[in-house]
Antibody, heavy 121, light 112 residues
Framework: QVQLQESGPGLVKPSETLSLTCTVS????????WSWIRQSPGKGLEWIGY???????NYNPSLKSRVTFSVDTSTNQFSLKLTSVTAADTAIYYC???????????????WGQGTLVTVSS | QSVLTQPPSVSGAPGQRLTISCTGS?????????VHWYQQVPGTAPKVLIY???NRPSGVPDRFSGSKSGASATLAITGLQAEDEADYYC????????????FGSGTKVTVL
């Protein structure tokens, strides 16, 4: 059974960089697209972007200028960095697996439990 | 503002049938991309309910069904149960710019 677990600071100061890591267990990170998705308090889901195990990434145009993903196949982890954060970036951040490497047909079949990141001084 | 439009809320009595609509455009649902549905119980991560328009993962009750026509999709819940009270989201792919996954605005289902 594939499991995902997000980790990282729960509190980030405004203008600083938010960094999170997702550890994949019970399966290989290879051959799948891995996404970050966030949910602001009381709001809907927002896709941040995906990274393929090869390192190829694609980002939501609304966040593209501030976000960078990386992947480490040796540790079965992938990571998110979001720069210049503001209060609007306060959200629960989920990592999730795309169900197929036909990325345009994929749905998110495995999710982490989510981690709340608060942006505040 | 979400790319896919859903009603903010729907409600029904136990045993009733509910439907939730998901309306997209020519760059996503209307372009032929699949629609997937998720159920999110408050405080938990979303769980896939329907994938590729009308397919149920194993373990999902057959009370849940999906359909798609043109630029819209529908999630139906028959025989509504108290445990179905949750938020529901549709999701698809959008081929504008470099491509992206898009979610619906979400629908809160209340069991009366």
């Amino acid at each position: 059974q594939v499991q995902l677990q997000e980790s990282g600071p729960g509190l980030v100061k405004p203008s600083e960089t938010l960094s999170l890591t997702c550890t994949v267990s019970g399966g290989s990170i290879s051959n799948y697209y891995w996404s970050w998705i966030r949910q602001s308090p009381g709001k809907g889901l927002e896709w941040i972007g995906y990274i393929f195990y090869t390192g190829r990434a694609n980002y939501n145009p609304s966040l593209k200028s501030r976000v960078t993903f990386s992947v480490d196949t040796s540790t079965n982890q992938f990571s998110l960095k979001l720069t210049s954060v503001t209060a609007a970036d306060t959200a629960i951040y989920y990592c999730a697996r795309g169900s197929t490497n036909n990325y345009y047909r994929a749905y998110f079949d495995y999710w982490g439990q989510g981690t709340l990141v608060t942006v505040s001084s | 503002q979400s790319v896919l439009t859903q009603p903010p809320s729907v409600s029904g009595a136990p045993g009733q049938r509910l439907t939730i609509s998901c309306t997209g455009s020519s760059s996503n649902v209307g372009a032929g991309f699949d629609v997937h549905w998720y159920q999110q119980v408050p405080g938990t991560a979303p769980k896939v309910l329907i994938y590729a328009n009308d397919n149920r993962p194993s373990g999902v009750p057959d009370r849940f069904s999906g359909s798609k026509s043109g630029a819209s999709a529908t999630l139906a819940i028959t025989g509504l149960q108290a445990e179905d009270e949750a938020d529901y989201y549709c999701q698809s792919y959008d081929n504008r710019l470099s491509g992206a996954y898009v979610f619906g605005s979400g629908t809160k289902v209340t069991v009366l």
